[in-house]
């Protein structure tokens, strides 16, 4: 199972394996006090797509295609969170704001196409 949870929310044991997906470590928070896994700076966006994106809303399709893209070409910053998460609960941790617009959510969404893909 892959979950996503924003840095500042509390960790809980039902997060299991929790890896940070952000290329920037999050505002606020010491590194001994955010409990994880590792800290996985490839996995998340390039910065270039990172600055172009900014948090837009209306980019955010454009975003998504851009950053699947970026997955693609570089499966050896996922694989290992694929394998863990086809027999354990993974927790893709966050800093951004907003719930419904960030990379982890993208992340979730490719790795969870890559255990079960749909059908067409």
């Known amino acids: 199972m892959i979950q996503i949870k924003r840095a500042y929310l509390p960790a809980e044991p039902a997060d299991g394996a929790r890896f940070l997906v952000d290329r920037l470590w999050p505002r606020g928070i010491k590194k ?34 851009r950053y699947r893209a970026e997955l693609a070409e570089h499966p050896e910053t996922w694989q290992p969170l694929l394998e863990l998460a086809r027999h354990h ?17 993208v992340l979730q969404e490719f790795l969870e196409h890559k255990i079960s893909p749909r059908k067409s």
Request: glycine share 2%.
């Open 32 to 65: 001994e006090d955010l409990p994880l896994q590792e800290w996985l700076k490839d996995v998340a966006p390039s910065n270039e797509l990172r600055h172009w994106f900014h948090h837009d809303p209306e980019r955010w399709p454009e975003f998504r295609t």
């Open 89 to 105: 609960t993974v927790t893709l941790v966050y800093a951004g704001k907003d719930p419904l617009h960030n990379n982890a959510l």
